[in-house]
């Protein structure tokens, strides 16, 4: 089995489960701490990628340009990552990051969407910066609708094209055929991103690599959306015990998922009710704080309104759709009573 | 004696792609103050244009020339592109004839019928801005006459399959664009907006959210009943436009504190004249250049009357 590219996304994936309050501070700290571990690649953005912080997928607390200025500075070896999603950030945020000194863009789009990031692979490329396509929601499509996706992405520059989980609602055959499929199909790298909402982060994220992907994420702690992710440092464990040298330092990266991110956690990242219905229903992880939210506002159980949302097939970016959901089970509610 | 009363005013339609077709029909459904002289297209071969001799109207294929031949066109709705629009509209306007860009290239003023039409009545050239922003600044424009919109959010969600490839290659131009359109003409003092493409099956029906940031102490409801009314105001003309449950006020950590925010959700059913109903995000677009044509043509009646 190849030795996989680690990216840690605990900087962005991480930051919906902070609520978009990283500070440079912390920044400077955890990519200390990745970069001295060895990490190769670290993402820092909002966690709904650049110019993110909106009323929909709320706001930052510091300008993330400043963050990633701070990350960009601190890191000696690491290469920085941010995330992009087409339609919350345009090709001035791409620029403006690329200014800054980041290496690498990965372009994030709901599995079936590819065709709008040309204009923006075409721009990452000519800026020099490494391209990444994140087919995001992938389990709502099988292998071969995605191979037609992922080819639509290499047509346009993708250096490496991600399987991502962001429901965490794939099971491992779902993963093995899908990254396998890409793998055979494309001539670039092939990623996988998992979420745990059925437990399976870990275990997904290693049979993609049976499956032959190339890089996989993590976060410290599992530091994410939702139901969190696989681990860093889980997976840089298994990965030594499978005899798959990262050359990343363990113990480093335990004391600062232990020391630094665990207390950063608002609420523990756990399987709980809300996060397995999500996950379930194949809802996106970002909108959890969101359904906690209009659950309460509008007196409706946060698992009702994910499994409606499932239903109705939610995108990533769709947070509106929460109030609306909310809205009309309050509604029914009432006249019931 | 002998003296004809000018009751309608001649329109062209230029482009015969899918949404000159239903603006075609849209006119030809509707007894209002134009009639529909020419459908200009450039593919001899078109569809479009097969639909449009079927319903008895005269065409072309030789695109603008056409229309810049007949002295008698006084409203010319461009439904072709952007780059083509820059090319057409020197040569419409030297001609008199009112272009009613329904494409990105923004040459003219945004117009939204309820909110500023009367402003730009004398204009030669006006942008019916995106199908996000013929939705939603109304609604801003609806909060902002009550209580001044600090910043406002819109997000505009449609099927994939409504959405064009000129759309997909260039989503930039659609964010900046609608933005632009909800501070000038909704006149928020700041936005954003953000479009989203949903490829559920069966395709869903276009909706639109609208978060508005109010700094200021306002009247609730004095607030929700403007929206109310300019929904109504609007389904006049787009009978699918219509809220999503009542607005409602929700409290919001943003940049500038803890605030009350409208949030006014949206669905846009279409007519089905000859897109499906789904594609409300394509029938406002030929909806609003029908209103805003009539509109037009009306005020040029009404302008001749006077002046004989």
């Known amino acids: 089995m190849k030795i996989p590219r680690l990216t840690d996304t605990t900087l962005r994936d991480g930051d919906h489960a902070v609520s978009h309050s ?115 929601m992938s389990h709502t499509q099988p292998a071969n609708v995605l191979v037609e996706q992922a080819k639509l992405m290499e047509s346009y520059g993708a250096d490496c094209v991600y399987v991502v989980d962001s429901a965490g609602a794939l099971v491992q055959s779902g993963v093995r055929e899908r990254v396998s499929a890409l793998k055979e199909a494309l001539s670039i790298e092939v990623g996988f991103h998992a979420h745990n909402n059925l437990g399976l982060a870990i275990g997904n994220t290693i049979t993609a690599l049976e499956a ?66 999500s996950g379930y229903a194949g809802v996106y992880n970002s909108f959890l704080l969101h359904v906690r939210h209009a659950a309460e506002k509008f007196g409706v159980r946060a698992s009702e309104i994910m499994e409606e949302l499932g239903k109705r097939k939610a995108v990533a970016g769709q947070e509106d759709w929460i109030l609306d959901v909310a809205v009309e089970l309050a509604e029914k509610k009432a006249l019931k009573v | 004696m002998g003296c004809k009363v000018l009751s309608k005013v001649k329109a062209a339609i230029l482009g015969s792609g899918n949404i000159g077709t239903d603006l075609m029909y849209k006119i030809l459904k509707n007894e209002g103050n134009m009639e529909l002289a020419l459908v200009a297209g450039i593919d001899p071969n078109s569809e479009g244009l097969a639909r449009a001799q079927a319903k008895g109207i005269r065409t072309s294929h030789h695109g603008l020339d056409a229309i810049l031949e007949d002295s008698e066109i006084k409203i010319v709705f461009d439904a072709t592109s952007a780059k083509a629009h820059k090319l057409n509209a020197p040569s419409l306007r ?62 505009t969600t449609a099927a994939s399959v409504s959405i064009g490839p000129g759309t997909r290659q260039n989503v930039d131009e659609f964010v900046q664009t609608t933005a632009n359109a909800v501070q000038q003409v909704g006149g928020a003092k700041l936005a954003r907006a953000i479009p989203v493409f949903n490829p559920a099956e069966p395709p869903i029906n276009m909706t639109n959210s609208v978060y508005a940031v109010i700094k200021e102490e306002f009247d609730e409801e004095a607030v929700i009943a403007s929206i109310q009314s300019i929904v109504a105001e609007i389904s006049s003309y787009i009978p699918g436009y219509r809220l999503k449950g009542i607005p409602f006020i929700d409290y919001r950590d943003t940049p500038w504190g803890r605030l009350p925010t409208v949030v006014i959700m949206n669905e846009v059913v279409g007519d089905g004249d000859f897109f499906p109903t789904y594609a409300g995000n394509l029938d406002i677009m030929t909806a609003s250049a029908y209103k805003v044509g009539d509109l037009y043509a009306a005020h040029f009646l009404g302008t001749k009357e006077v002046s004989r």
């Open chain 1, 22 to 136: 990283y500070t440079p501070e912390m920044v400077r700290t955890i990519v200390q701490n990745l970069d001295e571990a060895g990490v190769p690649v670290i993402e820092v953005s909002h966690g709904s990628g650049l110019n993110g912080s909106t009323i929909q997928q709320g706001f930052s607390k510091y300008s993330e340009f400043d963050l990633i200025k701070v990350a960009v500075e601190t890191a000696k070896q690491a290469k920085i990552a941010s995330l992009f999603v087409p339609g919350i950030g345009t090709s001035n945020e791409l620029r403006q990051a690329a200014e800054l000194g980041i290496s690498i863009l990965r372009i994030a789009v709901h599995c079936t969407e590819a065709d709008v990031t040309e204009q923006y692979f075409r721009l990452a490329k000519e800026l020099g910066l490494e391209a990444v396509g994140f087919l995001m």
């Open chain 1, 212 to 277: 032959g992907a190339d890089q996989i994420d993590g976060t410290l702690r599992g530091l994410g959306a939702g139901a969190g992710n696989a681990p860093t440092e889980v997976l840089v464990a298994v990965l030594n015990k499978m005899n798959l040298d990262t050359g990343i330092n363990l113990s480093i990266l335990m004391d600062v998922a232990e020391e630094v991110v665990a207390p950063l956690m608002q609420t523990p990242i756990v399987i709980d009710r809300d996060n397995l219905s």
């Open chain 2, 94 to 155: 030297e001609q008199g004839k009112l272009a009613i860009d329904m494409t990105p290239a923004a040459i003219g003023p945004f117009v939204v019928p309820t909110v500023n039409l009367k402003e730009h009545i004398e204009s030669m050239n006006v942008n019916l801005i995106s199908c996000g922003g013929q939705a939603t600044t109304p609604l801003v424009y609806a909060v902002n006459r009550v209580a001044s919109v600090h910043y406002a959010e819109v997000i």
